[in-house]
């Protein structure tokens, strides 16, 4: 498949099957993490890979009741690492280190989508829940939460903005 044609056939998955993912899938996922670019190639970033069913409840209950987190095989959550602001300061910390996660975790969903499995970006939970669910050392600030898994249905895509509103050409 074209890579674009496969950016453009992700899909947000909302409804799992009950299959469980290979360790195989598992560390190809692991190195789609790894091989994303980061700023200064500090890597300032951290993932939890959750397949505890009470944590992933837990998560769920942090993320508003997105009752669907819990029902994937696995949950990734991003984290930032507060560690570059030795570096790039108030912008490392508050930017590039949070771009560091989405470049991970995109990576991961179309390494994902490549292998079968479907994935959804979520970031609508409470921090400081997260931060306790899994007890994270001061320096992380969860990011996302990316439940993973095979779907049980595909959605039809969503509705994107016109080029014309989205990009400006300056020549």
Known sequence: MEFLQLIKNRRSI????????????????????????????LQSRKFYFVFNKETKKELAGAALGQDFIARAPLIVVGCSDNKIFWRYDQRGKNLYSICDVACSIENLMLVAYTEGLGSCWVGAFSEKKVVEILNLPRNLRPIVICPLGYPEKI????????????????K
């Open 14 to 41: 909302r409804n799992f099957q009950e299959k469980e993912i290979s360790q195989a899938i598992v560390d190809k996922l692991i190195e789609a993490l790894l091989w994303a670019p980061s700023a200064g190639n």
């Open 155 to 170: 959605p039809e895509p969503s509705p994107k903005v016109p080029k014309e509103k989205a990009i400006e050409i300056i």
